[in-house]
């Protein structure tokens, strides 16, 4: 089973709605990344958010952080076509690890 | 200009032969590694590379084989092909390790299907 899961397979919205889209993890972490991939390219960084931190802010996006609960969410405003993509999770497999391990991601289909 | 560079883009081949995948990065980052992404699993992490020394291995197949000839070069040779070898295989690389929760910069892939 994945270290990291997003809780949602996908999602669809209208442009210039706001989406959130959810990950919980299941180990005690120094960081969550979240990650977009666009249909035919390699995955993209988003947001960094690191254990002591409870939001980080990159644009339209917003990334929260509870280590109580082990989840986290990504918020994006005024969505746009461009948008589309498929959206991950992803924590380091250990403290001091080589691996950083991606959930199985969720789709996100922005309409016009 | 794409920074990590992933030949070929696309790849078939034969169930037995052998391929080798092509990965270089030009960021400067001194870890690189290898992902696989197929429909039936997520980004799936395989191996981790640091200045040329191998520092994590998940994948349990001797039949994938990295290859270090430079600090900033990681081929993936993967041998006796089988069919459940398609899959797009990514390259990344990060400036430190990622026990320092670093950043994965990806290449665009290379897609890999096995007939």
């Known amino acids: 089973s994945q270290l990291a899961e997003e809780n949602s397979w996908a999602l669809s919205v209208h442009e210039g709605e706001s989406v959130t889209v959810n990950c919980s993890y299941k180990?005690?972490?120094?960081?969550l990344q979240w990650y977009r991939q666009k249909s035919g390219k390699g995955p993209a960084q988003l947001i960094l958010?690191?254990?002591?931190?409870r939001e980080k802010r990159n644009g339209r996006l917003r990334a929260t952080l509870d280590t109580s609960s082990q989840s986290s969410s990504l918020s994006i405003t005024a969505t746009r076509c461009e948008d589309t993509a498929v959206y991950f999770c992803?924590?380091?497999?250990?403290?001091?690890?080589?691996?950083?391990?991606f959930g199985s991601g969720t789709q996100l289909t922005v309409m016009p | 200009d794409p920074k990590i560079i992933q030949k070929p883009k696309y790849l078939v081949a034969v169930t037995g032969s052998e391929k080798i995948l092509i990965c270089e990065q030009y960021?400067?980052?001194?870890?690189m590694y290898w992902y696989r992404q197929s429909a039936k699993k997520p980004l799936e992490f395989m191996f981790s590379?640091?200045?040329?020394?191998?520092?994590d291995n998940q994948t349990a197949s001797s039949r994938f084989q990295p290859q270090s000839s430079k600090k900033n070069h990681l081929d993936l040779q993967i041998t006796a092909l089988k069919p459940d070898d398609s899959a797009t295989y990514f390259c990344?690389?990060?400036?430190?390790?990622?026990?320092?929760?670093?950043?994965?910069?990806f290449g665009s892939g290379t897609r890999l299907t096995v007939l």
């Open positions: 590379y640091s200045y040329q020394k191998l520092m």
């Open positions: 180990t005690s972490i120094t960081a």
């Open positions: 992803a924590t380091d497999a250990s403290s001091g690890s080589w691996q950083l391990i």
């Open positions: 990344a690389s990060s400036q430190g390790g990622l026990g320092e929760s670093e950043t994965l910069y």
């Open positions: 958010i690191r254990s002591n931190e």
């Open positions: 960021l400067g980052h001194n870890a």
